[in-house]
């Protein structure tokens, strides 16, 4: 009988398992891509980082904000989502352009 048999395995993280700043998942396939990578690395995806910046935080609060506004919005956003994104419905895991594209169609322009 081993001394070491009822010991606990302890799981220690090396400095290449820790996310560096900048690093991204992809909202695909939740793949974790280095900073510098514009497509997920993963094999089978294809898909492009998503913007980050001033226009896509705007854009996503809009998005949230529509969807705040009752249960009707939440449902027009939520079947965007299925016809068009995967059914994804978290809008920061979307790309800027898709929230231009969900923003023209779903939310009245202002005058």
Not at 36 to 58: A, I, L, M, N, Y
Request: proline fraction near 5%; charge should be neutral.
């Amino acid at each position: 009988m081993s001394a070491y048999r009822n010991t606990p395995v302890v799981t220690v993280k090396t400095e290449k398992n820790v996310r560096k700043p900048g690093d991204w998942e992809c909202p695909s396939c939740n793949n974790v891509n280095f900073s510098w990578r514009s497509t997920c690395h993963r094999v089978d995806c294809t898909t492009q980082k998503p913007e980050t910046g001033d226009e896509f935080t705007r854009l996503v609060e809009k998005i949230k904000m529509y969807q705040r506004q009752s249960v009707e919005t939440k449902e027009a956003w939520g079947n965007y989502c299925n016809a068009h994104g995967d059914s994804i419905r978290d809008p920061s895991k979307h790309t800027i352009d898709f929230l231009r594209t969900a923003a023209e169609h779903l939310i009245p322009q202002e005058s």
